[in-house]
């Protein structure tokens, strides 16, 4: 009987972890530092706090240094996460496809949208990807803004004349020196004035999607569900 080979052990959290930290060193200098920084600056806060407020309880400084450990692991984690991120996006830039790895792999829950356009230029690849959220409508134009520019008023005209009442916002992704990064695509989201409700949040992307039956392919050069930033756990 031939012998059935076993499928690849997936590695231990630490050694993702390791992986991850190797692969943002690589774009991101700064990372130790940042790290060092992340751990100490609790543990120290902490060694002060219990010194001022428990000098003479042996096990009050005992917990507040302990928490200050588990403080600085937890820091060390969520800055090792964005860098991570910001690492990756970084090695899209500026590629078709790129704004649409970015909407699949880091858009909060309070928002709904796709990696795939709602339209494209066949000529040059320029892109509008849309999302639904928080602070209404988001059409996100991926080119250079004076070509995706036309593009954009067309969605937004698109939007206005099936939901009126609705705030379309626009965001320009490009070579322009006044283009959003990458990553800040999720942030810049995320600041904008609440105007729907969770259940008018899907409401609205459910009856935009009548305008995207015919959905449009990806553009050639990239496939976003290979990019997907990897994050510690």
Known sequence: MAR?????????????????????RRYDGNIVWMLI????????AAIVISILFSSDNIIGIILYNISGVLGGVLLVLIVLGRRAERAAFSQIEGQAGAVGAVLKSSLRRSWIGSEMPINVSPRTQDAVYRAVGKGGVVLIGEGPRSRT??????????????????????????PDPESTPL?????????????????????????????????????????PTKVRAPRPR
């Open 4 to 24: 059935t080979s076993s499928p690849a052990k997936e590695p231990g959290r630490l050694k993702q972890m390791w992986q991850v930290f190797k692969m943002t």
């Open 37 to 44: 920084l992340a751990l100490i600056a609790p543990i120290g």
């Open 149 to 174: 520019q036309p593009m954009l008023d067309k969605e937004r005209a698109n939007v206005a004349r099936i939901l009126p009442n609705v705030t379309v916002t626009l965001m320009y992704v490009g």
């Open 183 to 223: 990553h800040k695509i999720v942030p810049s989201l995320s600041r904008l004035k609440r105007v729907l409700r969770r259940d008018e949040v899907t409401a609205v992307s459910n009856r935009l999607a009548s305008l995207s039956r015919n959905s449009l392919p990806i553009p050639k050069g990239m496939d």
